[in-house]
């Protein structure tokens, strides 16, 4: 053997010499209990069959444009004849008659009495095809005279059957009670937002907390105060909120973010 060949074959055996004393240690069960000292999928997954509640903490948009009004229901359909209803002036709105919206009085009264009397082309257009017309048309039904609002009797029964127009926090305040109301197994929270600077737990340094309530996320089962449940204080919550803020979002979120975590959740 040559004197240059000899520290090759020395690194070899000592490299096979290793990977065997490797390969006994990761058979061995010391040196599988080891190699998982560290948490991994396994780890994570499979130590406990408990269940665990989810925890959901709700922002609740409660700036000035929650004021604001829109009309909920399903769309206005032209080639449907709605059910007549008393929402013009307090009586019977004709299908085909075309009214006018008195805004000084918040009230639709007629204008025309059909709408195939009404001359002017983007107004009667306007009225067949949307329900709705806005620009000016006099009573004779020319395009002529002061401008305002008018609309077919056909749509103002859809718009008051389908409930008219309501707040955008009103609609909000109903789908989150219908949520809360029919989700069981989940903690649920409230935040808002503040007046200019990110968020905070509804509750908490305002007035809109029931009875004192602070809507942490919470075990909606468990009771807040006599025979009253944290579901019932927080659905009190939810309905006293009014829409009053900005819209600070990044900054709430980012506030949302240390407020849901597990380390600052308020114990029960």
């Given at each position: 053997m040559s004197r240059e060949s000899s520290p090759r074959i020395k690194v070899r055996s000592l490299a096979v010499a290793l990977l065997a004393a490797f390969l006994v240690l990761a058979a061995s069960p010391r040196g599988a209990a080891a190699l998982d000292q560290y948490p991994g999928d396994t780890v994570i997954y499979g130590v406990s069959t408990g269940?665990?509640?989810p925890n959901v903490l709700v922002i609740l948009d409660n700036s000035g444009s929650m004021s604001g009004e829109i009309i909920t229901g399903g769309p206005y359909t032209p080639s449907t004849t709605y059910a007549v209803t008393n929402g013009c002036s307090g009586a019977a709105c004709q299908s085909n008659a075309v009214y006018k919206w008195k805004s000084g009085e918040n009230k639709w009264v007629s204008y025309i009495a059909n709408v195939s009397s009404v001359t002017c082309t983007k107004a009667r257009n306007g009225l067949n095809n949307s329900g709705m017309y806005q620009g000016k048309l006099n009573t004779g039904g020319a395009c002529s005279g002061k401008s305002g609002s008018f609309a077919l009797g056909n749509y103002i029964n859809w718009l008051t059957?389908?409930?008219?127009?309501?707040?955008?926090?009103e609609v909000a305040q109903e789908v989150l009670a219908n949520l809360i109301n029919t989700t069981s197994g989940v903690r649920f929270g409230l935040m808002l937002f503040n007046q200019s600077?990110?968020?905070h737990i509804a509750g908490v340094g305002d007035s809109y907390g029931y009875d004192g309530y602070d809507a942490y996320v919470k075990d909606m089962d468990e009771v807040f105060s006599g025979s009253t449940t944290n579901r019932t204080a927080l659905l009190n919550t939810i309905n006293n909120v009014e829409p009053s803020t900005w819209t600070p979002a990044s900054r709430n979120l980012r506030r949302r973010t240390t407020r849901s975590s597990p380390a600052s959740l308020k114990p029960l």
């Open positions: 269940t665990i509640q059957a389908s409930g008219g127009y309501r707040t955008k926090m600077n990110g968020g």
